[in-house]
């Protein structure tokens, strides 16, 4: 095992690091009061972020991209998470990163040129909707309600979803909907690109809730009688769940990537307080429970980014690492909430107010542990293969 970086992801490494340094986490005070970032304040970083050459390093070099693989991305998306503002800045955010990497996967030429060449120069922006109210689909896909009917040469969705990050000014949404009687066993669902404009599709509403920053907000969305064409189909018929997990795998790793960016500077920064700040007669890193902190905070994130870094390798591989996915993301989105919910204590009344980005990172963080499949059912499906696995032997 060889765990040295390549010069070249060094270099693209540091350069990020010095950007988000001395670019975007200046700006972080002036956006914090705000529900989310101007988008003259992204244009801006995006322009910065261009000329640094580091722009999209997801994306493959053909789409405007620095075609980085999932191990590159490990390293580059870590370094851009030290700030909330960071994966905005070079166009590596959910949801428009996952959706583009399932874009270039699935898309036909003529859905690449319309869809992920403006999505890959950060032009325009989309939205993934899968979840819906009860009794539709939410920890579980198969309970999906929407649906989609052939009439004539069009296909007609109708459906109500909900908790779409990005919706509300997202040029386009990737919809999945039921095309078939069976939805479980991935058969009956299928992806549609449905334009912002299209008749019948409708942003309701932004949700509220803990976190603000995500552009667009969290949106209920509803597809009433919205009429497509072929060309929206998304992939093949039929296909939808398979090409859910070909977009979950990878994704539910970018967000482990991005957030622990976060959980490591959180613990820098409390880690640089309680060095300074006195109680009691001596510097607060001189007592033991700041200490532990300070080191099962290390250790959680030591562990955290060996994971990550395994299953980036399975998939560089060609493997689809769904196990490994899915245990990265119940450790590493726990371990992130934890260290986070450390560094607050440690920093005392500091760690709640806005002096400090933690009280943001507090709030912004939290959800990691639902979206993208909850930890319990990430344990659940982790449990099952186990079992399976035992059960073939
Ligand atoms: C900030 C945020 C952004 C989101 N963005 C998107 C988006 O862009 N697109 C999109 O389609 N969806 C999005 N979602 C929705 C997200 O994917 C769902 O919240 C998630 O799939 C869980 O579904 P649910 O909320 O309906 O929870 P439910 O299905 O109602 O589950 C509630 C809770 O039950 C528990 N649970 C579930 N199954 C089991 C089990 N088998 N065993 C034990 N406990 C279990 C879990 O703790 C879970 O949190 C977002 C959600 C949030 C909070």
Not at 199 to 206: E, L, M, S, Y
Not at 226 to 244: H, I, M, N
Not at 298 to 325: F, K, P, S, Y
Not at 363 to 376: K, L, Q, T, W
Request: hydrophobic residues 45%.
């Amino acid at each position: 095992m060889d765990f040295s970086l390549s010069a070249d992801l060094v270099d693209v490494r540091d350069r990020v690091t010095a950007f988000i340094h001395d670019e975007v986490i200046p700006l972080e005070t002036s956006v914090r009061s705000q529900e989310e970032l101007p988008a003259e304040t992204l244009a801006g970083l995006r322009a910065k972020a261009r000329a640094a050459g580091i722009f999209a390093p997801h994306v493959p070099a053909e789409w405007g991209g620095m075609g980085l693989d999932m191990h590159g991305m490990s390293v580059v998306f870590e370094a851009a998470g030290h700030s909330l503002l960071g994966p905005l800045a070079l166009n590596c955010a959910a949801p428009d990163e996952g959706n583009m990497h399932l874009l270039h996967l699935v898309a036909t030429p003529e859905q690449k040129e319309r869809y992920l060449r403006p999505l890959a120069a950060g032009t325009i922006r989309s939205c993934f909707a899968m979840t819906e109210p009860a009794p539709g689909a939410g920890s579980d896909p198969a309970l999906l309600t929407t649906h989609a009917e052939r009439r004539g040469d069009r296909w007609v969705i109708n459906g109500h979803k909900w908790f779409i990050s990005g919706a509300d000014g997202a040029a386009f949404a990737i919809c999945m909907a039921r095309t078939g009687e069976r939805v479980e066993g991935r058969q009956g669902a299928t992806m549609f690109l449905v334009d912002a404009g299209a008749p019948g599709f409708r942003v309701v509403r932004r949700i509220g809730g803990l976190d603000h920053l995500a552009p667009g907000g969290h949106c209920e969305v509803l597809f009433e009688d919205c009429a497509v064409g072929d060309d929206a189909v998304l992939g093949a018929v039929g296909e939808g769940f398979r090409y859910a997990q070909v977009r979950l795998a990878p994704a539910r790793l970018t967000h482990c990537m991005r957030w622990l960016g976060v959980a490591q500077r959180a613990i820098d920064i409390a880690t640089a307080y309680v060095a300074r700040r006195q109680a009691f007669g001596r510097p607060l890193a001189e007592y033991q429970a700041m200490q532990w902190m300070i080191a099962d905070s290390a250790i959680e994130i030591h562990a955290a980014r060996l994971m990550i870094w395994h299953a980036a390798w399975v998939l560089d591989q060609g493997g689809q690492a769904r196990q490994e996915t899915s245990m990265a993301k119940t450790f590493v989105s726990e371990t992130v909430n934890r260290v986070v919910d450390r560094a607050v204590q440690m920093c005392g009344s500091l760690g709640v107010s806005d002096h400090l980005p933690l009280a943001d990172f507090y709030r912004e963080v939290r959800a990691f542990r639902i979206y993208d499949g909850p930890s319990e059912v990430h344990r659940m499906a982790i449990a099952q293969r186990i079992l399976r696995d035992l059960e073939r032997s």
